[in-house]
């Protein structure tokens, strides 16, 4: 039954590189990593109810656990390689484990990417994948390097899945397909990532929330953060649905949109907004890196945002 649901995992997940010297089927994986090349690796379980919303659809599970790692990846400017992928299931449902490894798949085969091994066991749903790449020695984007006077930019747009979580409540979600879509499949931003190489100072992946994500920059780097609420990349499916406040809450305080979050020297800001157009999904530059510590945000109106238990609110004095 396990071998079973092994092989259609196997079948689905079929990229063949050379670096892979025995793949799933013996006690371990044996790999080699490439002379000269550093192994960036990460790990991250998604587990159904807290990570994804129960009834989530296989594929959209099988894409999601890879897509948050793979996510992790292309904040240190990783170039993806070899994953695992250990699955928890209730029961064994072959239908599922289809759809999950198809899910896996779609976003693995165009990276080429090679499924090496894993673990199938019994129990609540929960997914975990493993993920490794490889990096130029000492050329990981980390989070320590942000200096007072840099830029901050983010990839793509923010709130989008946070709003689209939101959304799923309502008993016609269909108007809000692609906010939903963003929390269902997001997309890691590994181009962009690699492209960063040398050029960022630091970089983090937003997966708890901007204001969070970008926190920790500050706190590795030693530095504080301005963001600029009305600069903030905002999708029209958000802005079409929600009020400005709320876009820019979401944009602020919603996670799971995996974009990059990273900054650059001020005078290359231009020059990162034309790469990162041509590689897709753009960039936009949302603020600045002071001297201090901690995140603060401009308002529409450019007076100070506080958060509050409902969201960011205007700071009354
Ligand atoms: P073991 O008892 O040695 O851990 P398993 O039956 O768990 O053996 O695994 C057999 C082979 O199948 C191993 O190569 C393992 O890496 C692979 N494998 C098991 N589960 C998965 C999975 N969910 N995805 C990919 N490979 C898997
Ligand atoms: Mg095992």
Known sequence: MEFDLIDRIRRHTDVH??????????????VAVPAGRELAVAVDTLVEGVHFPVGTAAADIGWKALAVNLSDLAAMGATPAWALLALTLPDSDEAFVDGLARGFAELATPLRLALIGGDTTRGPLTVTVVVHGFTAPGDALL???ARAGDAIMVTGTLGDAAAGLRCLAEADASPYAALIERLNRPTPRVAAGNGLRGIATACIDVSDGLVADLGHICKASG????????M?????ALLTHFEDA???DFALSGGDDYELCFTVPADRAGEVSANMARLGG????????VEGAGVRVLGLDGAEMVLSRAGWNHFVA
């Open 17 to 30: 590189r050379d670096d892979v010297l025995t793949g799933i089927g013996d006690d371990a994986a044996v």
């Open 232 to 236: 903030l990349p905002r999708s029209s």
């Open 282 to 289: 753009g960039a936009t530059r949302i603020g600045r890196i």
């Open 143 to 145: 989070r320590s390097g």
């Open 246 to 248: 709320d876009t820019i």
């Open 223 to 230: 530095v504080g953060a301005e963001i600029d609420a009305a």
